[in-house]
Structures are given as C-alpha cells and as structure tokens.
C-alpha cells in the first residue's frame, strides 16, 4: 500500500481484501469497532470511517444493536432471485449545477495558448499527447486506484471510437457480451465493426449470474458503476463475479466508467481494472459528463500484457483529438482545476441526497 494513504483508507483495504479472500465469509459478524481500534492502534474515528466505506463499496452492512455483517459473497449467483426484482429508477443525468465552469476553462485556455504557441499546430502522437497521458498517469493512481504508465493509455475522440480499437484490437471473431439494457451506441458500434453482440439482462445489481455463466461471448463489457439507462450499480460480489467469469479461457473485460467520478462515496468506487490480476480488463473514461460533451475526448488504458498488441494491430491510426484540447486537458488535471470540480459536485450532490 501506498504510505501516503490516510489510515482509514488502509484499513479499509485491508479489511475488504480479507473479506474478498474468504478470511470474513458472507453473513460473517465482523469485529466491534472498538475491538478493530484496539488491535490496530487506530482511532475509534479512523475505524468508523473505514467501517463505512465497507458498507458504501457493498462489502458488509450494519445492523442496529447487532454489528456489522459481510455482503460479499464469492460464488453465489442467486439467479432465481434475481429474476423476481425490477431494476431501479433511471438515473438522472447532470444539470447545469454540475457543469464545468466557463471562466475556468477559458483561463485554462488562454494559458495553454500562452505556453505552448505554435506547439498547438503540431501533430500529437498517435496515442496520445505525452503531457495528457502524463496527468491522466498520475490523476487515476491518486483518485481511481489505477496503476497505469503513460505506454497503457491512449487518447481517442470519444467513448465511441474507443469501442472501435477494443475490436480492432481484440479481434472481430470474438462474441462480445454488453448489458441488457445499455448505452445503445455500444451495441451499435460493435455490430458496425462486425463483431456478433449478446445482450446480457441486467438485474438489480449488475448482469444476471446465470446469463453470464452461459454466455459464449470472450468478451464482457460493462457498466460497473452505472448502467444507463437503468443507474444499475454493480456490487462488490457482482464485480468480483466478472472478475471470476474472466478467468477462463481467453476473456476479456471492458470496463466502461461511465459518470463514476460523480459517486456519492467518500472515496471513488473501486474500478475492475484495479482488482484484476491478470491483466485482462480494459479501462475506458470520458470528459462528456466532467467537464462538456462537446469536448470529444477519452481515453483509454490498457493492462501491460497488451500494449505491443496494440501497437502492432491498431498503433498506426492517429489520434483524433486536436492538439489544443489534450493539453487544455492535461492543464485541467495537472493544475488540479479538474478535481477541484469534481469534489466541489461531489459535495453538492451529497447535501443534496444529505449524507
């Protein structure tokens, strides 16, 4: 673990990996709060935040008077139950409270017109400006728990042609399996690249188990964080469920973050990317909710396992985002004004929902 991290946070991880691992089986009462602080030296403070943070990520859940009890479950599927529950209401989308300031991006952009003059006219590099892959580096270790070398992340015009290079880069004899319902351009763009596609119905908390156990798709992409148009969060177990379904055979995961960085949480949810260990998850993220939708850039990071992949079936294609908007980026998050609007978003929306 990181030293830098705040206490709470490494005991939070620590906690949750003992759960993933079976140490705490589901329906386990965990140690009282005071027990923890005891043990570990903590603060009752520190061990009541980490205490919380378990229950938000969907790995236990107190219960008055009695403690707090483990959710997760390793294998279970429940897919008969599953079957019985309607999905939650739509989510809302973001509103002008949540809009990125004008001034602030105009003051970026006259900066970055400042800095780096006639540099803006020059072609980036296919994958990507160095200067942006550089702060989306170091943005995704401090909030997203993404261990990622500018070589992992590549730059691309949108969520929308980044699902393009996944096929070209994973191959189009593949069966790709996306959530039922889901974003429609997802499925559109996949058919588009001729790729067979199987829908996936969703359940309360991500893709219904006995639809993923009998898929024939190699690869699964997902929503994780919120499936539009249903707000379908998936939970701990469920994520840990696509984890286990990518163990096989030669699968693949992509995960599509969509509108996570807008989580009610005290801390981001925790990304698939980040919990697998074999370096067979594709991450993908947007600007469209963050900072404006007509800035048409995302980008994209690959496991270390399938970088020369890349490079040696898709690297030739140029990036298509201008040169001007990915150092207008790169200024955003490298000078903090980015995560500066994300939690002041963040904040609003929690006062709102009072937590």
């Known amino acids: 673990m990181r030293a830098d991290k705040p206490e709470y946070l490494k005991l939070y991880e620590s906690l949750r990996d003992e759960i993933a691992r079976g140490a705490w089986p589901y329906g386990a009462r965990l140690p009282s709060r005071r027990q923890v602080a005891l043990?570990?030296?903590?603060?009752?403070?520190?061990?009541?935040?980490?205490?919380e943070l378990l229950c938000?990520?969907?790995?236990?859940?107190?219960?008055?008077?009695?403690?707090?009890f483990v959710l997760y479950r390793r294998s279970d599927g429940f897919a008969a139950a599953e079957?019985?529950?309607?999905?939650?209401?739509?989510?809302?989308?973001v509103g002008e409270a949540d809009a990125f300031p004008f001034w602030v991006l105009a003051k970026s952009m006259r900066r970055v017109i400042s800095d780096y003059g006639e540099a803006l006219l020059r072609k980036s590099p296919n994958a990507g400006c160095l200067e942006l892959r550089r702060a989306?580096?170091?943005?995704?270790s401090r909030n997203r728990g993404v261990q990622a070398g500018v070589d992992q992340i590549v730059i691309g015009s949108g969520a929308e042609y980044l699902y393009g290079l996944v096929v070209e880069l994973l191959g189009r004899e593949r069966v790709f399996a996306v959530e039922d319902p889901s974003y429609a351009k997802i499925e559109q763009v996949y058919r588009s690249k001729g790729v067979a596609v199987e829908p996936l119905p969703l359940g309360r908390d991500g893709i219904r188990s006995a639809a993923l156990k009998n898929t024939r798709a190699t690869?699964?992409?997902?929503?994780p964080f919120r499936s539009y148009p249903t707000g379908v969060t998936a939970s701990a177990s469920k994520r840990g469920e696509y984890l286990r379904w990518a163990t096989e055979g030669d699968r693949y995961i992509v995960e599509d973050d969509f509108e996570s960085e807008f989580s009610l949480l005290r801390k981001p949810e925790e990304t698939v990317f980040s919990r697998s260990e074999r370096g067979n998850v594709i991450y993908l993220n947007t600007f469209t909710r963050t900072v404006s939708p007509s800035l048409r850039a995302g980008y994209m990071v690959l496991p270390e396992r399938l970088t020369a992949l890349f490079e040696?079936?898709?690297?030739f294609y140029s990036c298509p985002v201008p040169a001007f908007e990915q150092y207008l980026l790169a200024d955003l998050i490298a000078g903090g004004d980015f995560e500066r609007h994300i939690n002041r978003v963040r904040r609003q929306k929690r006062r709102e929902a009072g937590k």
Do not use: F, K, M
């Open 219 to 223: 690869v699964l992409h997902i929503t």
């Open 83 to 93: 079957a019985a529950q309607a999905l939650p209401r739509p989510a809302q989308g």
């Open 39 to 51: 043990d570990r030296g903590l603060s009752a403070i520190t061990v009541e935040h980490s205490y």
């Open 56 to 68: 938000q990520e969907g790995y236990a859940e107190a219960r008055p008077r009695s403690g707090y």
């Open 136 to 140: 989306l580096s170091a943005y995704l």
């Open 312 to 315: 040696e079936r898709v690297g």
